[in-house]
């Protein structure tokens, strides 16, 4: 089906909201799917999920590590034993993160099939928590016949498709990884409404795979007797079904014959202009420089990609390096800044997809010499992500603010809220009381001697819309503040 962008807005704002009206109507939060306000707007400053992290580096508590999870067990490519396959989650603390729900991505390493492990991706997954994301880096099947390619290492017999293998198995992993996260979603807080997949080189290419190769394209176009699927299992497995929403495309590709617009996906991508080995347009992978065996291996790379969706409207955004090539936005010692210019960009493009704010008819591409690569924002360098408007990351535990640009007056976060919420006043250090009110003007609970960022109980109260008096203990002022309890 052909891939259709969805327009969501976030809530209407309420047109009245004042306390103490008798007879007023109970006006209640309707139950149902994490509502986009959730992530757009709900409360003053509010900037999760952008180019600027809001979650502390100097607190190593804010952002926990689930280690070694075993997600699967499957057959590598050169033994008949089974392999344990393990991954990594990283999530914001839940007791500090207020969030009842998050957004993950799934991020994989690369290595062209034959080298690499989980930890590779470990700073991505750092980056992108620190901005509220829950995300996962996975092992998995790794093996092809690189001496003598074409040829099959277990029985020395002719392996023309030992590459097209070593894709197969990643993107069973890869599938196996993400219906694990959907099982165990509540574990660590994930809205499974919003899954998206990322990495670089192979990586990048497995999550392309877990989008565009259906099994009956894997079975026909790897012409093997008896077939993939029956030599290796199915592509995919059964139960908690998953719909990626969006790729973060590093120097990756898919291959020519498997790729179907209407199957298509958001791409936000990076490339070099001169890669040779996954091209960034449509070209043969490696150069053209393996040996003549396997399937068609004309590969569409970032600015293919970028190509095909914007022709049909599909929101993308890729910056290439002029002169560049395989995996360079990856130097670490040339481009210190990579990798947070990248996070960035991502996390402000999914965002956008999140928040229905992405114009399909408005896609970015640039360019960049290879001489300004370090330039940010500056004329011919890169263009770093601003979707957070200058916000400065806070201390979860410094009991200012828990999200970054609260300033003016208290504020109550999150909103709607769910089990409870918290009062926000930066910069202030006084106690405060406080009192929540229903839309008849009834009185339904006291908070008394509250700090800033004191996570305070709604347990017993009933959905709805209420107002929270708050008063300082100096009595000098009273602020109303909108509250919605789901």
């Not at 002169?323 to 990579?338: C, F, R």
Request: charged fraction near 20%; charge should be neutral; aromatic fraction near 10%.
């Amino acid at each position: 089906m052909k891939k259709k962008l969805l327009r969501m807005l976030c809530p209407l704002a309420l047109l009245l909201l004042l306390a103490g009206f008798p007879g007023a109507p109970i006006l209640r939060a309707q139950p149902g799917p994490q509502k986009l306000a959730y992530y757009c707007n709900p409360g003053p400053g509010f900037k999760r999920f952008t180019e600027t992290p809001v979650i502390s580096d100097t607190d190593p508590d804010s952002i926990r590590v689930a280690y070694n999870l075993l997600y699967r067990q499957a057959q590598p490519w050169n033994s008949t034993a089974l392999q344990s396959l393990y991954m990594d989650v990283y999530y914001p603390d839940t007791t500090l993160d207020p969030l009842r729900k998050r957004p993950f991505i799934l991020l994989i390493f690369g290595g062209g099939f034959v080298d690499g492990n989980r930890t590779m991706m470990a700073n991505y997954c750092y980056e992108f928590t620190k901005r509220g994301f829950v995300t996962a880096t996975i092992d998995y099947r790794l093996g092809k016949d690189t001496l003598k390619p074409c040829e099959n290492p277990l029985t020395l017999a002719p392996d023309p498709y030992s590459e097209e293998k070593a894709q197969y198995r990643a993107i069973q992993d890869g599938d196996a990884a993400m219906r694990y996260i959907v099982a165990h979603a509540a574990d660590y807080k994930i809205d499974t409404a919003w899954l998206f997949a990322g990495g670089y080189s192979a990586g990048a290419g497995i999550c392309n795979g877990m989008v565009y190769v259906e099994q009956s394209e894997a079975n026909s176009l790897i012409p093997l007797s008896p077939n993939i699927q029956v030599q290796l299992g199915p592509l995919r497995g059964a139960g908690n079904n998953y719909k990626i929403k969006g790729i973060f495309n590093n120097w990756g590709g898919i291959n020519l014959d498997y790729f179907d617009i209407g199957e298509a996906v958001p791409m936000v991508g990076f490339h070099g202009a001169s890669d040779k080995v996954v091209p960034p347009e449509v070209d043969k992978k490696y150069n053209n420089k393996v040996p003549d065996c396997g399937m068609n291996d004309s590969i569409m790379g970032t600015v293919g990609l970028y190509d095909s969706l914007v022709a049909h409207r599909i929101c993308a955004d890729i910056t290439v390096l002029a002169g560049a090539g395989h995996g360079v936005w990856n130097d670490e010692i040339l481009y210190p800044d990579g990798l947070q210019f990248r996070i960035g960009r991502a996390a402000c493009f999914f965002k956008q997809l999140m928040c229905g704010t992405c114009n399909p008819d408005a896609p970015y591409a640039k360019l960049v010499p290879k001489i300004h690569v370090t330039d940010y924002d500056l004329p011919g360098g890169p263009e770093l992500a601003h979707c957070s408007a200058g916000s400065v990351a806070q201390d979860y535990r410094s009991g200012a603010a828990l999200v970054n640009g609260i300033s003016g007056g208290p504020a109550v976060y999150p909103n709607p809220a769910t089990g409870s919420f918290r009062l926000l006043y930066p910069g202030h250090t006084e106690t405060y009381d406080a009192a929540l009110y229903d839309m008849s003007g009834r009185l339904v609970r006291r908070y008394n001697k509250v700090t800033t960022g004191e996570g305070l109980s709604l347990s017993g109260i009933r959905q709805g819309i209420y107002l929270l008096k708050v008063t300082g203990q100096s009595r000098a002022v009273t602020t109303n503040l909108k509250l919605v309890v789901e």
